[in-house]
Antibody, heavy 120, light 107 residues
Framework: QVQLVESGGGVVQPGRSLRLSCAAS??????MHWVRQAPGKGLEWVAS???????YYGDSVKGRFTISRDNSRSTLYLQMNTLRNDDTAVYYC????????????????WGQGTTVTVSS | DIQMTQSPSSLSASVGDRVTITCWAS??????LNWYQKHPGKAPKLLIY???FLQSGVPSRFSGSGSGTGFTLTISSLQPEDFATYYC?????????FGGGTMVEIK
């Protein structure tokens, strides 16, 4: 069964760090993405890692977040440093349905999301 | 960076209505445009990819069209389960920006 399961969310103080994990099953990791939704807001693309391990970031997280993968564990990660209040959101990992480019054919499998709350 | 703008931001409609949502890109993105449906508390669901291709398992009442900078998502006959928020996303170049969303509410 094709599935993504996120973990690692929680409550953290501003300036601290958190690492999210996304365990994949039923398929081999290709290009993968993190997308978030802040309370009452729309979807925001956060980061992507291509099949060839090139990483890309949204402007709001560049320099603070790092996306990575461990293919042997079929797990995607998001290391989040220097967290801010406006990083509070539900974070989703998603599979890229394309074997070329980034999201050319959309993000077709999503996890259930993990909640990150940044608050003092 | 490419900006995506959706209109309207919300709409009210009845079951059986035809609904059209528009998405505009700040520059040409060819046909690299995807549409998602999101219900509160649920993960997004891919509906349409590459502007007009229906994702497997998605009902045929959903359709997409457009290229360049203007795109539309049409629901031909709105069903109760279609009341949700819809997002477009460009996949032409990173950052892979989303539109602001269109909430479809029950009239």
């Amino acid at each position: 069964q094709v599935q993504l399961v996120e973990s690692g969310g929680g409550v953290v103080q501003p300036g601290r760090s958190l690492r999210l994990s996304c365990a994949a099953s039923g398929f081999t990791l290709g290009s993968m993405h993190w997308v978030r939704q802040a309370p009452g807001k729309g979807l925001e693309w956060v980061a992507s890692i291509s099949y060839g391990n090139t990483d890309y970031y949204g402007d709001s997280v560049k320099g603070r977040f790092t996306i990575s993968r461990d293919n042997s564990r079929s797990t995607l990660y998001l290391q989040m440093n220097t967290l801010r209040n406006d990083d509070t959101a539900v974070y989703y990992c998603a599979r890229d349905s394309s074997s070329e480019g980034l999201a050319y054919y959309g993000l077709d499998v999503w996890g259930q999301g993990t909640t990150v709350t940044v608050s003092s | 960076d490419i900006q995506m703008t959706q209109s309207p931001s919300s709409l009210s409609a009845s079951v059986g209505d035809r609904v059209t949502i528009t998405c505009w890109a700040s520059q040409s993105i060819a046909s690299y445009l995807n549409w998602y449906q999101k219900h509160p508390g649920k993960a997004p669901k891919l509906l349409i990819y590459s502007s007009s291709f229906l994702q497997s398992g998605v009902p045929s009442r959903f359709s997409g069209s457009g290229s360049g900078t203007g795109f539309t998502l049409t629901i031909s006959s709105l069903q109760p389960e279609d009341f949700a928020t819809y997002y477009c996303q460009q996949s032409y170049s990173p950052p892979l920006s989303f539109g602001g969303g269109t909430m479809v509410e029950i009239k």
